[in-house]
Protein backbone atom coordinates (compact mmCIF):
# COMPACT_ATOMS: atom_id res chain seq x y z
CA UNK A 1 0.00 0.00 0.00
CA UNK A 2 1.29 3.30 -0.91
CA UNK A 3 1.40 6.35 1.24
CA UNK A 4 -1.22 8.17 -1.26
CA UNK A 5 -4.20 8.56 -0.45
CA UNK A 6 -7.07 5.95 -0.50
CA UNK A 7 -10.06 6.57 -2.57
CA UNK A 8 -12.97 4.81 -0.53
CA UNK A 9 -16.41 4.66 -2.73
CA UNK A 10 -19.59 3.65 -1.04
CA UNK A 11 -22.32 2.02 -3.27
CA UNK A 12 -25.52 3.01 -3.70
CA UNK A 13 -28.55 4.30 -5.83
CA UNK A 14 -29.10 8.46 -6.40
CA UNK A 15 -32.48 10.02 -4.96
CA UNK A 16 -34.61 9.92 -1.83
CA UNK A 17 -36.30 6.88 -3.65
CA UNK A 18 -33.63 4.45 -2.78
CA UNK A 19 -32.22 5.63 0.16
CA UNK A 20 -33.10 3.25 2.76
CA UNK A 21 -32.62 0.27 0.32
CA UNK A 22 -30.35 -2.69 1.12
CA UNK A 23 -28.80 -1.94 -1.83
CA UNK A 24 -27.69 1.42 -0.31
CA UNK A 25 -25.96 -0.04 2.80
CA UNK A 26 -22.51 1.34 1.04
CA UNK A 27 -24.08 4.67 0.51
CA UNK A 28 -24.99 4.46 4.14
CA UNK A 29 -21.40 3.44 5.45
CA UNK A 30 -19.59 6.16 3.44
CA UNK A 31 -22.18 8.71 5.41
CA UNK A 32 -20.85 7.33 8.52
CA UNK A 33 -17.41 7.56 7.56
CA UNK A 34 -17.57 11.40 6.05
CA UNK A 35 -19.30 11.99 9.41
CA UNK A 36 -16.36 10.90 11.60
CA UNK A 37 -13.77 12.17 9.46
CA UNK A 38 -15.62 16.04 9.74
CA UNK A 39 -15.47 15.25 5.73
CA UNK A 40 -18.35 17.07 3.65
CA UNK A 41 -19.48 15.38 0.13
CA UNK A 42 -19.67 17.74 -2.60
CA UNK A 43 -20.13 17.16 -6.21
CA UNK A 44 -17.23 18.16 -8.33
CA UNK A 45 -16.80 19.96 -11.93
CA UNK A 46 -15.94 17.99 -15.10
CA UNK A 47 -14.82 13.90 -14.53
CA UNK A 48 -15.50 14.27 -10.71
CA UNK A 49 -19.24 15.66 -11.48
CA UNK A 50 -20.76 12.09 -11.29
CA UNK A 51 -20.11 11.82 -7.32
CA UNK A 52 -20.25 13.14 -4.57
CA UNK A 53 -16.95 13.53 -3.17
CA UNK A 54 -14.40 15.13 -0.10
CA UNK A 55 -10.92 14.75 0.92
CA UNK A 56 -9.39 14.58 4.41
CA UNK A 57 -8.07 12.22 7.00
CA UNK A 58 -9.96 9.18 8.42
CA UNK A 59 -8.11 7.31 11.23
CA UNK A 60 -4.57 9.13 10.18
CA UNK A 61 -5.02 8.14 6.96
CA UNK A 62 -5.23 10.54 3.81
CA UNK A 63 -8.95 9.09 1.83
CA UNK A 64 -11.17 10.63 -1.22
CA UNK A 65 -14.59 9.33 0.07
CA UNK A 66 -16.49 9.44 -3.07
CA UNK A 67 -20.73 8.41 -3.69
CA UNK A 68 -21.38 7.80 -7.32
CA UNK A 69 -24.46 10.05 -8.50
CA UNK A 70 -25.12 7.36 -11.23
CA UNK A 71 -27.06 4.41 -10.77
CA UNK A 72 -25.65 1.40 -9.38
CA UNK A 73 -24.68 -0.62 -12.52
CA UNK A 74 -23.13 2.84 -14.14
CA UNK A 75 -20.97 3.14 -10.93
CA UNK A 76 -17.64 2.58 -12.68
CA UNK A 77 -17.48 5.75 -14.76
CA UNK A 78 -17.26 7.98 -11.54
CA UNK A 79 -14.81 5.26 -9.98
CA UNK A 80 -12.52 5.69 -13.23
CA UNK A 81 -12.69 9.24 -13.24
CA UNK A 82 -12.16 9.94 -9.49
CA UNK A 83 -9.29 7.11 -9.76
CA UNK A 84 -7.35 9.51 -12.55
CA UNK A 85 -8.38 12.73 -10.78
CA UNK A 86 -6.07 11.99 -8.34
CA UNK A 87 -3.67 9.76 -10.12
CA UNK A 88 -4.58 6.68 -7.95
CA UNK A 89 -4.00 2.74 -8.42
CA UNK A 90 -6.46 0.38 -8.77
CA UNK A 91 -4.93 -1.28 -5.17
CA UNK A 92 -6.11 2.11 -3.43
CA UNK A 93 -9.18 1.77 -3.67
CA UNK A 94 -11.72 0.71 -1.46
CA UNK A 95 -15.40 -0.28 -2.52
CA UNK A 96 -17.93 -0.55 0.08
CA UNK A 97 -21.04 -2.46 -1.24
CA UNK A 98 -24.18 -4.73 0.24
CA UNK A 99 -23.60 -8.76 -0.51
CA UNK A 100 -26.49 -10.74 -0.15
CA UNK A 101 -24.08 -13.99 0.11
CA UNK A 102 -23.44 -13.16 3.63
CA UNK A 103 -25.98 -12.65 6.54
CA UNK A 104 -27.56 -9.78 7.54
CA UNK A 105 -24.78 -7.72 10.08
CA UNK A 106 -22.02 -9.82 8.71
CA UNK A 107 -18.97 -7.81 7.32
CA UNK A 108 -15.91 -9.36 5.69
CA UNK A 109 -12.76 -7.70 3.89
CA UNK A 110 -10.93 -8.76 0.72
CA UNK A 111 -9.70 -8.00 -2.34
CA UNK A 112 -10.30 -9.11 -5.82
CA UNK A 113 -12.80 -12.10 -6.54
CA UNK A 114 -15.95 -12.44 -8.40
CA UNK A 115 -18.88 -10.22 -8.45
CA UNK A 116 -21.48 -12.16 -7.44
CA UNK A 117 -23.93 -10.40 -9.74
CA UNK A 118 -23.27 -7.11 -8.00
CA UNK A 119 -24.10 -4.99 -10.48
CA UNK A 120 -21.72 -1.78 -9.45
CA UNK A 121 -18.77 -4.37 -8.67
CA UNK A 122 -19.16 -5.36 -12.45
CA UNK A 123 -19.09 -2.03 -13.69
CA UNK A 124 -16.12 -1.14 -11.55
CA UNK A 125 -14.44 -4.07 -12.47
CA UNK A 126 -15.19 -3.09 -16.23
CA UNK A 127 -14.07 0.29 -16.16
CA UNK A 128 -10.76 -0.32 -14.07
CA UNK A 129 -9.66 -3.32 -16.03
CA UNK A 130 -9.44 -5.39 -12.55
CA UNK A 131 -11.37 -7.03 -10.04
CA UNK A 132 -7.86 -6.73 -7.73
CA UNK A 133 -9.47 -3.81 -5.65
CA UNK A 134 -10.24 -3.49 -1.53
CA UNK A 135 -13.82 -4.26 -0.47
CA UNK A 136 -15.72 -3.54 2.34
CA UNK A 137 -18.76 -6.67 2.07
CA UNK A 138 -21.73 -5.85 3.95
CA UNK A 139 -23.83 -8.61 4.54
CA UNK A 140 -27.64 -7.82 3.75
CA UNK A 141 -28.67 -12.02 3.40
CA UNK A 142 -31.00 -13.66 0.77
CA UNK A 143 -34.23 -12.80 0.16
CA UNK A 144 -36.82 -14.90 1.41
CA UNK A 145 -38.82 -17.68 0.08
CA UNK A 146 -38.55 -17.25 -3.66
CA UNK A 147 -37.82 -13.59 -3.84
CA UNK A 148 -35.75 -12.44 -6.89
CA UNK A 149 -32.67 -10.97 -5.66
CA UNK A 150 -33.16 -7.92 -7.93
CA UNK A 151 -36.09 -6.86 -6.13
CA UNK A 152 -35.34 -8.10 -2.36
CA UNK A 153 -31.87 -5.13 -2.78
CA UNK A 154 -34.31 -2.45 -4.05
CA UNK A 155 -36.25 -2.88 -1.10
CA UNK A 156 -35.79 -0.71 2.17
CA UNK A 157 -34.82 -2.62 5.52
CA UNK A 158 -37.50 -4.34 7.13
CA UNK A 159 -38.46 -2.92 10.70
CA UNK A 160 -36.43 -6.05 12.42
CA UNK A 161 -32.98 -5.19 10.16
CA UNK A 162 -33.15 -1.29 11.03
CA UNK A 163 -32.97 -1.95 14.86
CA UNK A 164 -29.80 -3.33 14.15
CA UNK A 165 -28.98 -1.21 10.67
CA UNK A 166 -26.71 1.64 12.78
CA UNK A 167 -24.55 -1.45 14.45
CA UNK A 168 -24.11 -2.74 10.82
CA UNK A 169 -22.89 0.30 9.69
CA UNK A 170 -20.57 1.32 12.32
CA UNK A 171 -19.00 -2.15 12.24
CA UNK A 172 -18.53 -1.86 8.79
CA UNK A 173 -16.92 1.90 9.44
CA UNK A 174 -14.87 0.35 11.83
CA UNK A 175 -13.54 -2.34 9.40
CA UNK A 176 -13.22 -0.07 7.03
CA UNK A 177 -10.86 2.48 9.12
CA UNK A 178 -8.86 -1.27 10.68
CA UNK A 179 -8.26 -1.93 6.67
CA UNK A 180 -7.07 1.79 5.98
CA UNK A 181 -4.90 1.62 8.93
CA UNK A 182 -3.54 -2.08 9.08
CA UNK A 183 -4.00 -3.92 5.79
CA UNK A 184 -5.89 -5.70 4.61
CA UNK A 185 -4.45 -9.15 6.62
CA UNK A 186 -4.04 -7.31 9.98
CA UNK A 187 -7.62 -6.00 9.55
CA UNK A 188 -9.26 -9.15 8.32
CA UNK A 189 -7.87 -10.82 11.34
CA UNK A 190 -9.58 -8.11 13.57
CA UNK A 191 -12.70 -8.45 11.90
CA UNK A 192 -13.84 -11.59 10.70
CA UNK A 193 -13.41 -13.20 13.96
CA UNK A 194 -16.47 -10.73 15.60
CA UNK A 195 -18.88 -12.04 13.48
Not at 44 to 64: H, M, P, Q
Not at 65 to 79: C, D, F, I, K, Q
Request: no cysteine.
Amino acid sequence: MSEGPFLVIGLGNPGPGYAGNRHNVGAMVLDELAARAGIRLSAGKGARSRALAGEGRLAGRRVVLARPLTYMNESGGPVRGLLDYHHLATEDLVVVHDELDLPFTTVRLKRGGGEGGHNGLRSISRSTGTKEYLRVRVGIGRPPGRQDPADFVLKDFSAVERKELELLINEAADAAEALLVRGLEAAQNEVHPRS
